[in-house]
């Protein structure tokens, strides 16, 4: 176990913002790139990839959990883009896995890479893994992924569910007229399988191909889902996020629902996000930013970096502007801020 509390930093917890909400969540994108094209994720066309020089390296991500651990960080969770497409991914897990302060490390993907990879993973010391899944259907899938790797998919959660990964996560973002006819098959599915069904509020982030006309609000999700059984509430546990919890009578799973725009859980957000590129953002539905990158590369010290991710904090908002009717939209594209 590798021990990162001999810093010296000043300042150790210090990461409260003015609503006094204790920002220990580091969600870490390491690639902004991804071997899918989701429709609410990418526009059409090509879009512009960073360039290697421009993403931190993995000893810079380590160095400012580094920090971020002296002030109190103590989740942390790799996203992308795909974070499997980037070489030495599992690596930097086991690295993470390995520091005796973090006291949950995580994974969220898409899965098309997951069955070669999830044994490594688990041996690297991840247990919770999150798994992009908006279609049941494989010719519905390619439509709103633009690819063809449903069964690719469909094998790395099996191979997951085999290994012992727990809990599964498994996240749907509904929309109207695309994928709203599977709601009720989504939550038979935490009747059948002990996976947690995820139901995420489309969220208007960047130039993509949805539309705010698309969205599906977390009640009229839930009305479907009483159509197959009562949702009994489940509290949530320690290293829960902003889902609201739910079990169907009988279900070896659960479901859930992330509701961004319909009901504010702004109050409870404990999260700071770090991009590929080096920004710190204290809000996902903000284009607010503090980049680290220029002084992490030009000498800066651990103090000085760690007064950034205070900025960050000090600057955070009460609750963020999106609206259900699309009026304000995040302008960032989703896969370079991490999701």
């Known amino acids: 176990m590798e021990n990162y509390m001999d810093s010296g930093l000043t300042g150790a917890g210090a990461l409260v913002d003015r609503e006094k909400r204790h920002l220990n969540y580091l969600r870490i994108s390491i690639t902004d790139r991804c071997n899918l094209r989701c429709l609410y994720c990418v526009p059409e066309g090509r879009i512009p990839k960073l360039g290697h020089d421009e993403i ?69 010391g991840i247990r ?67 996976f947690h069904v995820r139901f995420i509020e489309y969220m208007p982030i960047g130039n993509s191909r949805a539309r705010s006309q698309d969205q599906i609000l977390t009640p009229e999700i839930q009305e479907r889902i009483t159509a197959i059984g009562e949702l009994i509430p489940v509290g949530n546990g320690q290293h829960d996020g902003p889902a609201r919890r739910y079990r169907l009578a009988g279900a070896r799973g659960e479901v859930g629902f992330i509701s961004a725009l319909s009901h504010h859980f702004c109050n409870r957000c404990n999260r700071l996000r770090l991009t590929a590129d080096g920004k710190l953002r204290a809000c996902l539905l ?54």
Not at 165 to 194: C, Q, T, W, Y
Not at 324 to 339: C, L, S
Request: charged share 30%; glycine share 10%.
């Open 56 to 124: 931190l390296s993995y000893e810079e991500i380590l160095r400012l959990v580094k920090i971020g651990i002296q002030l109190g960080i103590r989740k942390v969770r790799i996203t992308g883009g795909e974070p499997l497409v980037r070489k030495g991914a599992v690596e930097l897990l086991g690295r993470l896995a390995r520091i005796r302060e973090l006291k949950d490390v995580s994974l969220t993907t898409n899965g098309v890479l997951l069955a070669p990879n999830a044994q490594r993973i688990f041996d690297a």
């Open 128 to 194: 919770r893994i999150n798994i992009s899944l908006d279609s049941l259907d494989p010719k519905k899938y390619a439509q709103i992924t633009g690819y063809d790797r449903f069964e690719q998919v469909w094998a790395g959660i099996q191979r997951a569910r085999e290994i012992g990964f727990s809990p599964i996560k498994i996240n749907v973002v509904a929309m109207r007229g695309i994928n709203d006819d599977e709601i009720a098959a989504f939550g038979r599915l935490s009747l059948d399988h002990p």
């Open 286 to 339: 903000s284009d607010r930013h503090e980049s680290l990158k220029g002084l992490l590369r030009n000498g800066g010290s651990d103090e000085q970096l760690a007064e950034i991710f205070r900025i960050a904090v000090r600057r955070k908002a009460a609750e963020h502007q999106l609206c259900p009717d699309g009026a304000t939209r995040v302008k960032d594209q989703m896969q370079g801020i991490g999701g």
